[in-house]
């Protein structure tokens, strides 16, 4: 992927939004160890970019900053039970693709847990877990939310 081939849009929620920025990108900083051959792209926890942004964004109530950790921390350490939120726009439970902006309440839990669904998860991946809407499925990323905000 070339930089110039990418729009990011911002402070959007939902896929038709008169409230978005649009900007394009001038420079993509893959992390050194994302694998993209390997199943690194699922489990090593290195399918991470940084993006330059050609253009300023303009902050507002809808559009603002995130921090990064300080290059002292290798991973951000949550406690177990932590309530984090996750936001995407990926396929519902329904088979379609969500038109707005969705968001589900998570709780992290430890690595054990999820490598009894998952084998092969390994730091730094984080695991968490949502609500169980049923008995047999819980709520939680959907199809095409990776990349999504946590």
Do not use: W
């Not at 690194?40 to 290195?46: E, I, K, N, Q, S």
């Not at 084998?119 to 984080?126: G, H, M, S, Y």
Request: proline residues 3%; negative net charge; charged residues 25%.
């Amino acid at each position: 992927v070339r930089a110039e081939d990418i729009i990011v849009y911002v402070g959007m929620d939902s896929r038709v939004s008169d409230n978005m920025q649009s900007v394009g990108v001038q420079n993509i900083h893959i992390h050194p160890d994302y694998d993209k051959f390997g199943y690194g792209v699922l489990y090593d926890g290195f399918d991470l970019a940084i993006l330059d942004l050609d253009t300023e964004l303009r902050f507002s109530s809808r559009t603002y900053h995130v921090c990064l950790p300080s290059p002292k921390h290798e991973f951000l350490y949550f406690e177990k039970d932590h309530e984090v939120k996750l936001f995407g726009v990926g396929i519902t439970e329904n088979g379609e693709q969500a038109s707005h902006l969705m968001s589900v309440d998570m709780k992290v839990k430890e690595q054990s847990y999820c490598k009894n669904f998952f084998n092969n998860i390994t730091n730094p991946i984080l695991c968490a877990i949502g609500d169980k809407s049923n008995e047999i499925r819980a709520k939680g990323a959907c199809n095409g939310d990776s990349g999504a905000g946590l």
